[in-house]
């Protein structure tokens, strides 16, 4: 106890002789070694908190946050409540828990309906649970399809009764909603999704199947001919925009260096024609003789000039019937003809017409905007004789764009600021504290320094030193009084000189005592 006692004795004479900005130094570099180490804590304690469901209806919101409850969870809740966020470290965790449960939002249950069947169930009650079971089944495997997030499948089911005679109460029908991942789903994955639902129910056709997504457009209304018209039409929508989405791009990827990208504004329409045409030519060149045919009758002179050719006709030549001789000539030729057959089609999406607008906040000059039109009309492929036209209007209004600042952050998502206030507040700290002594031990040189001086100054017997160099000039006797007199007249300078001359004096009469003596003082600092 006492030497617990006698510690803090210590501790509490050293601090009362420590300097008022040593005092300040330790207590500074204290205060920010506790904040240092409680930031650390808090980053590496804190509770970092992810997604665990989102989009959630109120009734599937309220039985996860019960269960979240029971299991003594902290969590959070975002959206007006439809999104529910936990530790990140549990996210994963409990997903797998709550899938073994079959506890999982928006989630359906399949043919395991019957694995709690009991022996009270009646047929009606295995009815209606099959047509559950079903639903579930057709719930799952649609909404695993990579452009649907989620599906809602509601059946009819026919009454197999042997005493019902209506063909029309035992067709099933079948009703689905899409909720998908982007705005849009091809036809060929909506065919899909017909086919899979006429395939899980009896007595199910195509034709009875509706189709629709989450912002009520029908997709699939049992017509195969309107489904391939209204898919045909929604594939060259998205063609026509992601064509007119491209020529934007570029466009802005061209003009973003001279100007910024918030300053330009790019509008493009494209007028594309889907039509497909199919064109066959046929050209006939170089006719050949292939054949010839000649007839003759008459008397001789006549036949002679049929074979001799002094005809004048050179494909057929008959000659009127003489009453006399009753002659006649005939003469056919067959020509073989080059013949070159050219079949072109036109694939759709061709382009029509071009329509560019060009809007840029500032003041531009018309020389500047020439420029700017000439480019945009080389990045789009300009064609006059399409009717293609390119407008660039310079707009000098005020940019109302609120600027953000965007914290820098680390890779662990912690603000810089975090790291950087306690480094600095320890390295000035620690700057603080290093002049501080430093100076101190200055003070402490210079003192040792003046002590050695009074002593000299007080000494009776020459000293050598810089006054006996022979290079150096002695000082002058009006100085050396004005140092040497007020010395003198010190209380504490009086009392050294005694001890001083005591010293000497005691070396002197006992020279073996103060040799000894010195050898102990030096063992002990040695």
Same mark, same amino acid.
């Not at 409680?38 to 665990?52: F, K, S």
């Not at 073994?100 to 069947?117: A, C, H, I, R, W």
């Not at 500032?362 to 905007?369: K, L, P, R, T, Y």
């Given at each position: 106890?006492? $030497?617990?006692?006698?510690?803090?004795?210590?501790?509490?004479?050293?601090?009362?002789?420590?300097?008022?900005?040593? +005092?300040? #130094?330790?207590? #500074?570099?204290?205060?920010?070694?506790?904040?240092? =180490? /409680?930031?650390?804590?808090?980053?590496?304690?804190?509770?970092?908190?992810?997604?665990?469901?989102?989009?959630?209806?109120?009734?599937?919101?309220?039985?996860?946050?019960?269960?979240?409850?029971?299991?003594?969870? @902290?969590?959070?809740?975002?959206?007006?409540?439809?999104?529910?966020?936990?530790?990140?470290?549990?996210?994963?965790?409990? *997903?797998?828990?709550?899938?073994?449960?079959?506890?999982?939002?928006?989630?359906?249950?399949? !043919?395991?309906?019957?694995?709690?069947?009991?022996?009270?169930?009646?047929?009606?009650?295995? $009815?209606?649970?099959?047509?559950?079971?079903?639903?579930?089944?057709?719930?799952?495997?649609?909404?695993?399809?990579?452009?649907?997030?989620?599906?809602?499948?509601?059946?009819?089911?026919?009454?197999?009764?042997?005493?019902?005679?209506?063909?029309?109460?035992?067709?099933?029908?079948?009703?689905?909603?899409?909720?998908?991942? =982007?705005?849009?789903?091809?036809?060929?994955?909506? $065919?899909?999704?017909?086919?899979?639902?006429? /395939? #899980?129910?009896?007595?199910?056709?195509?034709?009875?199947?509706?189709?629709?997504?989450?912002?009520?457009?029908?997709?699939?209304? /049992?017509?195969?001919?309107?489904?391939?018209?209204?898919?045909?039409?929604?594939?060259?929508?998205?063609?026509?925009?992601?064509?007119? +989405?491209?020529?934007?791009?570029?466009?802005?990827?061209?003009?973003?260096?001279? #100007?910024?990208?918030?300053?330009?504004?790019?509008?493009?329409?494209?007028?594309?024609?889907?039509?497909?045409?199919?064109?066959?030519?046929?050209?006939?060149?170089?006719?050949?003789?292939?054949?010839?045919? %000649?007839?003759?009758?008459?008397?001789?002179?006549?036949?002679?000039?049929?074979?001799?050719?002094?005809?004048?006709?050179?494909?057929?030549?008959?000659?009127?019937?003489?009453?006399?001789?009753?002659?006649?000539?005939?003469?056919?030729?067959?020509?073989?003809?080059?013949?070159?057959?050219? @079949?072109?089609?036109?694939?759709?999406?061709?382009?029509?017409?071009?329509?560019?607008?060009?809007?840029?906040?500032?003041?531009? &000059?018309?020389?500047?905007?020439?420029?700017? $039109?000439?480019?945009? *009309? &080389?990045?789009?492929?300009?064609?006059?004789? *399409?009717?293609?036209?390119?407008? %660039?209007?310079?707009?000098?209004?005020?940019?109302?764009?609120?600027?953000?600042? @965007?914290? +820098?952050? %680390?890779?662990?998502?912690?603000?810089?600021?975090?790291?950087?206030?306690?480094?600095?507040?320890?390295?000035?700290?620690?700057?603080?504290?290093?002049?501080?002594?430093?100076? @101190?031990?200055?003070?402490?040189?210079?003192?040792?320094?003046?002590?050695?001086?009074?002593?000299?100054?007080?000494?009776?017997?020459?000293?050598?030193?810089?006054?006996?160099?022979?290079?150096?000039?002695?000082?002058?006797?009006?100085?050396?009084?004005?140092?040497?007199?007020?010395?003198?007249?010190?209380?504490?300078?009086?009392?050294?000189?005694?001890?001083?001359?005591?010293?000497?004096? !005691?070396?002197?009469?006992?020279?073996?005592?103060?040799?000894?003596?010195?050898?102990?003082?030096?063992?002990?600092?040695?």
């Amino acid at each position: 106890m006492d $030497k617990v006692k006698d510690f803090f004795g210590n501790l509490k004479d050293k601090w009362s002789n420590l300097n008022r900005l040593v +005092k300040i #130094a330790i207590i #500074a570099g204290l205060i920010s070694i506790l904040a240092a =180490g /409680g930031i650390v804590y808090y980053l590496n304690t804190r509770v970092e908190y992810a997604v665990l469901f989102s989009n959630l209806s109120d009734a599937d919101a309220g039985t996860v946050t019960k269960d979240l409850e029971d299991q003594d969870i @902290k969590y959070k809740l975002k959206d007006d409540g439809k999104t529910i966020l936990v530790d990140k470290t549990k996210v994963d965790q409990y *997903r797998i828990d709550m899938a073994v449960d079959n506890k999982l939002p928006d989630s359906s249950q399949g !043919y395991e309906l019957f694995d709690d069947t009991s022996m009270m169930t009646t047929d009606e009650d295995r $009815k209606i649970m099959y047509q559950r079971a079903t639903t579930g089944e057709l719930e799952r495997s649609i909404g695993s399809l990579n452009a649907v997030k989620k599906a809602k499948v509601m059946l009819t089911m026919p009454d197999d009764d042997v005493f019902s005679d209506d063909a029309k109460g035992k067709k099933a029908k079948a009703s689905v909603a899409l909720t998908l991942n =982007g705005n849009t789903i091809s036809n060929s994955a909506v $065919k899909g999704i017909v086919e899979l639902t006429t /395939g #899980a129910v009896k007595g199910l056709t195509a034709e009875n199947v509706k189709v629709v997504d989450s912002n009520g457009n029908v997709l699939a209304d /049992g017509n195969n001919d309107n489904d391939d018209l209204t898919g045909a039409n929604s594939k060259y929508m998205q063609i026509q925009k992601q064509f007119e +989405k491209q020529l934007e791009k570029k466009i802005t990827r061209v003009l973003g260096p001279l #100007a910024d990208g918030n300053k330009i504004s790019v509008a493009v329409n494209a007028d594309l024609n889907f039509d497909a045409l199919e064109r066959k030519t046929t050209k006939y060149s170089n006719p050949n003789l292939r054949s010839e045919n %000649v007839q003759a009758n008459g008397n001789q002179e006549q036949i002679q000039q049929a074979q001799t050719g002094q005809t004048d006709d050179n494909v057929s030549n008959v000659t009127g019937d003489n009453t006399d001789n009753g002659a006649s000539y005939s003469r056919t030729i067959n020509n073989e003809l080059d013949t070159d057959v050219t @079949k072109q089609v036109s694939a759709p999406g061709t382009v029509k017409r071009l329509t560019t607008s060009v809007a840029i906040r500032g003041d531009v &000059s018309g020389d500047q905007q020439a420029q700017i $039109k000439s480019i945009v *009309r &080389s990045a789009i492929g300009y064609d006059k004789d *399409r009717g293609d036209k390119v407008t %660039v209007q310079a707009l000098d209004v005020p940019d109302t764009t609120p600027k953000v600042h @965007k914290t +820098k952050t %680390v890779k662990n998502n912690v603000p810089w600021w975090y790291i950087a206030l306690p480094i600095g507040v320890i390295a000035i700290a620690g700057i603080a504290a290093f002049l501080i002594i430093r100076k @101190k031990r200055q003070d402490d040189d210079d003192d040792y320094y003046d002590d050695d001086y009074d002593v000299d100054v007080t000494d009776d017997s020459p000293q050598p030193g810089p006054t006996s160099s022979a290079n150096s000039e002695p000082l002058p006797e009006a100085k050396q009084e004005e140092k040497a007199v007020p010395l003198q007249e010190k209380p504490e300078v009086k009392e050294r000189q005694a001890k001083d001359k005591q010293a000497k004096d !005691y070396a002197q009469t006992n020279p073996a005592v103060t040799a000894e003596l010195l050898k102990a003082w030096m063992k002990d600092h040695h």
